[in-house]
């Protein structure tokens, strides 16, 4: 049972302009999601993250939304860049367990 | 599919203790697995990456000799922290990966050691 889903394991944009990464959960309980960009050989590196008492974050490029009614967030790149190209992997937290739930990843490409 | 297992999901042990913690993948042949460690404000440190049947291969930094990974099969892969101490105490994290590319990895849901 995932109860984390990215449902597109790749996405392909144009530089300039927006990426969206979608991201849908079945707990209830989780209440902090996070979003890692992981290039090729590297570990994941944490990204954005939001709390469930929020529904939008914004830092530089990346906003990331959620949707609780919904169990969905999407994390928006904007303006997309070249260097953006990576597998970004959403994630989730329950109750402050500590506990992190990955979905399986979306393979950003954007090209020049 | 792709489901990847770990266990146990928590363990508390006493200092100075050896902790095996097991990483499965339930559906799938990993020729790749990768350890991962969880630090406060949930970033993750990769520790090391092993392919089925050859030594792995540790990030610098990562004491080899005290964190033995073993990937014994194309399902299992486990870490060994030897002569725990508390400082070891955090979310160890492993991902598996079947197309051997370091791209495309399943997270198990982590396991959680507390040395006292």
């Known amino acids: 049972d995932q109860q984390v889903k990215q449902n597109s394991p790749s996405l392909s944009v144009q530089e300039g302009r927006i990426s969206i990464l979608n991201c849908d959960y079945t707990n209830s309980m989780f209440d902090y999601f996070l979003w890692y960009k992981k290039y090729p050989a590297e570990g994941p590196t944490f990204l954005i993250s939001?709390?469930?008492?929020?529904d939008k974050n914004e830092d530089g490029r990346f906003t990331v939304f959620l949707n609780k009614s919904a169990k969905h967030l999407s994390l928006h790149i904007v303006p997309s860049q070249p260097g953006d190209s990576a597998v970004y992997f959403c994630?989730?937290?329950?109750?402050?367990?500590?506990?992190?739930?990955f979905g399986k990843g979306t393979k950003l490409t954007v090209n020049p | 599919g792709a489901v990847v297992s770990q266990h146990p999901s928590r363990v508390i042990c006493k200092s100075g203790t050896s902790v095996k913690i097991e990483c499965r993948s339930l559906d799938f042949q990993a020729t790749t697995m990768f350890w991962y460690r969880q630090f406060p404000k949930k970033s993750l440190m990769l520790m090391a990456t092993?392919?089925?049947?050859?030594?792995?291969?540790?990030e610098q930094g990562v004491e080899k000799d005290k964190f033995l990974i073993n990937h014994a099969s194309l399902t299992l892969s486990t870490l060994t922290v030897t002569s725990a101490h508390p400082e070891d105490s955090s979310f160890y994290i492993c991902s598996a990966s079947f197309d051997g590319l370091t791209e495309t990895q399943y997270f198990g849901p982590g396991t959680r050691l507390l040395v006292l």
């Open positions: 939001i709390s469930s008492i929020k």
């Open positions: 994630a989730a937290e329950e109750g402050g367990s500590e506990k992190l739930v």
């Open positions: 092993s392919n089925e049947g050859s030594k792995a291969t540790y």
